[in-house]
Each structure stands twice: as structure tokens, then as C-alpha cells.
């Protein structure tokens, strides 16, 4: 059964969505420029970033906080 969570800003959003509206705000080279991954930099796409971010805690992190500090 999922938890309602209203105080959480990003409750309803998919990761996928966060990638997507900051790579369509920022670019590709914007987004490794804020957040240094080489999955940014080399080789983009949303379907590798998304494998990269699901493994890596820290980087899942990250680009949640920058899609609160951009658009929150």
C-alpha cells in the first residue's frame, strides 16, 4: 500500500520525468556542467542516465536537488 506523503516535493514525479524536464531546461551540457557524471558528458541519453542514477544514490541526489532548487 503506498503512503500518501504531501510534505514531499517530489511525490508524483518519476525519476524519468526529473531527467526529462531538466535536460529540456538545462541541455545536456548544462546538466554536466551542475552535476559532473559522465553520463552527462559522454554520450547522453535519458535511457543510460537512468540506468547510471538508479545504481548510484548519490547521483539520484543530486539531480533531485537540483530539479528543486530550479523549479520548487
Not at 548544462?30 to 548510484?56: E, H, M, Q
Amino acid at each position: 500500500m503506498k503512503q500518501e506523503q504531501p510534505n514531499n516535493p517530489l511525490h508524483g514525479l518519476t525519476l524519468e520525468k526529473i531527467l526529462s524536464r531538466l535536460v529540456e531546461h538545462y541541455g545536456w551540457d548544462g546538466l554536466a556542467y551542475r552535476i559532473r557524471v559522465n553520463c552527462f558528458k559522454n554520450d547522453p541519453s535519458i535511457k543510460s542516465s537512468l540506468k547510471f542514477l538508479r545504481k548510484t544514490p548519490w547521483a539520484r541526489e543530486k539531480v533531485e536537488s537540483l530539479y528543486l532548487s530550479s523549479f520548487d
